[in-house]
């Protein structure tokens, strides 16, 4: 059987998107470094929050490892119970992380800067920038890690409220998922596996480098000189002590490596970024593409340490996932 041809303006839509990443790499390797490193102080809660963490996520793998996977949305009576459904899970999702983010806010003192949010209005809109250009650049590697799975191991993504749009692509549902999907699940889920895992995680491999620890009780004359310029980032000679510095100025620059043989700050990215793509288990190929995806989310957040960037470019991923949906809805080319 000859393969359905494609229809010509779904295709330009895809190969604007992929042009447009293709452009953004281009561009993004001619900078060096990509995106600078902005300091801050370790973030101030403990290990609880992240072990909350880690419990929201070893629900869904319990229930792929057992075998109760989601509720197929065959047995769905109709939009409405479709809508209904996600309503339920995003207002679970609001509550967890409301919660859990208002304990820690509390228990720990957060200040907003600690939270990852902007103090000046030009910060907020440098964050929209970092984040539309993150979206940008994740959407060629992501969209062609999930294509080529689907292809080769013949599996689509089974997410439900991708199918249940695929089944039901009116307007009332499509208005729920983008309620869910492009507003809740980044919010919640950039603010618990960025925010609370990698900061955490961001402080713990600081303590066992003893780099912080170094920069508040030595003074620059007191370390080698290697270690002054490259593992600890203390001003040259001649500057004042570590304790006399600005909070900014302390701990200006990272230690080049980090646990391991890893460069610093990477054991987080990549622990909170598996442990991300864990929570996506049952949806097929999805977990693989996501962890890319997440990747470049916690490598976004280790050089800025503000979670705006990566809330838009979360939404932003999302947003075009759920157009792609519908207009691939609206052309007649949804996958049966």
Not at 55 to 82: C, H, K, Q, Y
Not at 140 to 158: C, D, F, H, K, W
Not at 209 to 228: C, K, T, V
Request: proline letters at 10%; charged letters at 15%; one cysteine or more.
């Amino acid at each position: 059987m000859p393969p359905e041809p494609i229809d010509p303006f779904f295709a330009l839509f895809i190969g604007s998107l992929a042009s447009a990443s293709l452009a953004t790499w281009f561009a993004l390797g001619r900078r060096r470094p990509i995106l600078a490193y902005e300091p801050r102080r370790p973030v101030p809660w403990s290990f609880v929050a992240p072990v909350v963490i880690l419990l929201i996520v070893l629900m869904p793998v319990w229930s792929f490892v057992t075998g109760n996977e989601p509720r197929p949305v065959d047995e769905f009576a109709g939009p409405l119970e479709m809508s209904n459904q996600i309503l339920s899970v995003a207002a679970i999702q609001v509550l967890v992380f409301g919660t859990l983010l208002t304990l820690v806010i509390v228990f720990s003192s957060a200040t907003q800067r600690d939270m990852g949010l902007p103090e000046f209005a030009h910060e907020f809109g440098r964050d929209i920038k970092i984040g539309a250009v993150t979206w940008l650049a994740a959407l060629l590697p992501v969209y062609t890690i999930q294509s080529l799975l689907a292809t080769t191991v013949s599996e689509e993504s089974s997410h439900p409220l991708i199918k249940m749009v695929q089944r039901e692509p009116n307007g009332p549902l499509l208005f729920v998922a983008f309620i869910s999907a492009v507003i809740v699940a980044p919010i919640c889920e950039e603010c618990g596996f960025r925010l609370l895992l990698q900061g955490w995680l961001e402080k713990f491999e600081d303590s066992r480098l003893g780099w912080r620890m170094r920069r508040l009780h030595e003074s620059p004359h007191d370390l080698p000189p290697e270690s002054a310029d490259e593992s600890t980032g203390a001003p040259p000679d001649g500057a004042s002590a570590a304790t006399e510095l600005t909070d900014d100025e302390q701990f200006a620059q990272p230690p080049r490596r980090g646990l391991g043989v890893l460069p610093h700050g990477w054991i987080p990215i990549l622990a909170s970024s598996l442990l991300f793509a864990l929570a996506h288990l049952g949806y097929g190929p999805d977990p693989v593409a996501l962890f890319v995806l997440a990747v470049m989310l916690g490598y976004v957040y280790q050089r800025t340490h503000r979670i705006i960037p990566c809330i838009v470019t979360h939404m932003l991923f999302n947003l075009t996932t759920l157009a792609i949906l519908a207009l691939a809805a609206a052309r007649g080319a949804m996958p049966e």
